[in-house]
Antibody, heavy 121, light 110 residues
Framework: EVLLTESGGDLVQPGRSLRLSCAAS????????MHWVRQAPGKGLEWVSG????????GYADSVKGRFTISRDNAKNSLYLQMNSLRPEDTALYHC??????????????WGQGTLVTVSS | QSALTQPRSVSGSPGQSVTISCTGT?????????VSWYQHHPGKAPKLIIY???KRSSGVPDRFSGSKSGNTASLTISGLQAEDEDDYYC??????????FGGGTKLTVL
């Protein structure tokens, strides 16, 4: 069974940093691209960032480019999102998602339940 | 990066069919076959329904079908059931290792 468990969400002040983690199990982690997707309160789903199986290809939404960094550790079956210069509009439930294949462009297949990030003074 | 355009809401009676559209551009929906649809209840993990425009995810009933014409993708749900009431999102590859979601559509079963 595919299991994705996010952690690291917290209440932080604007301008501060936070690092999210996603622990993966139930599949061969380094065979698949991975993504972060968020949902702000009362809003729709927003794709945040994606990374290929070998970290060779990464992409970011314009809203987070230059502030967020996605990374993965295939030896630890883990995905990360380093979030710097946080803004109130980054407040959201952040989901980790597994792709259907090794490439970033492929479909988001399985999702975690999410971890809540609140940016407020 | 504007969101793909979906109707905010659609509705239908049990047994009827509804179609949810997802309109983008040639740089996303129209340019790639990586269009997918998700069923989502806020606060929970989204569930994949349709991938690569027309393929049903494992375990999804054949009442759900996907299609694409030009820059618009569509999700059709036939034989509506009460349990289908939820939010639905489309998603497309948008080039340069980026994805784009639609704004979401709330389906109400009357």
């Amino acid at each position: 069974e595919v299991l994705l468990t996010e952690s690291g969400g917290d209440l932080v002040q604007p301008g501060r940093s936070l690092r999210l983690s996603c622990a993966a199990s139930g599949f061969t982690f380094d065979d698949y691209a991975m993504h972060w997707v968020r949902q702000a309160p009362g809003k729709g789903l927003e794709w945040v960032s994606g990374i290929s199986w070998d970290s060779g290809r990464v992409g970011y939404a314009d809203s987070v480019k230059g502030r967020f960094t996605i990374s993965r550790d295939n030896a630890k079956n883990s995905l990360y999102l380093q979030m710097n210069s946080l803004r109130p509009e980054d407040t959201a439930l952040y989901h980790c998602a597994k792709s259907m294949g090794e490439r970033v462009e492929q479909t988001l297949h399985y999702w975690g339940q999410g971890t809540l990030v609140t940016v407020s003074s | 990066q504007s969101a793909l355009t979906q109707p905010r809401s659609v509705s239908g009676s049990p047994g009827q069919s509804v179609t949810i559209s997802c309109t983008g551009t040639s740089r996303d929906v129209g340019g790639y076959n990586y269009v997918s649809w998700y069923q989502h209840h806020p606060g929970k993990a989204p569930k994949l329904i349709i991938y690569e425009m027309t393929k049903r995810s494992s375990g999804v009933p054949d009442r759900f079908s996907g299609s694409k014409s030009g820059n618009t993708a569509s999700l059709t749900i036939s034989g509506l059931q009460a349990e289908d009431e939820d939010d639905y999102y489309c998603c497309s590859y948008a080039g340069t290792y980026t994805l784009r979601f639609g704004g979401g559509t709330k389906l109400t079963v009357l």
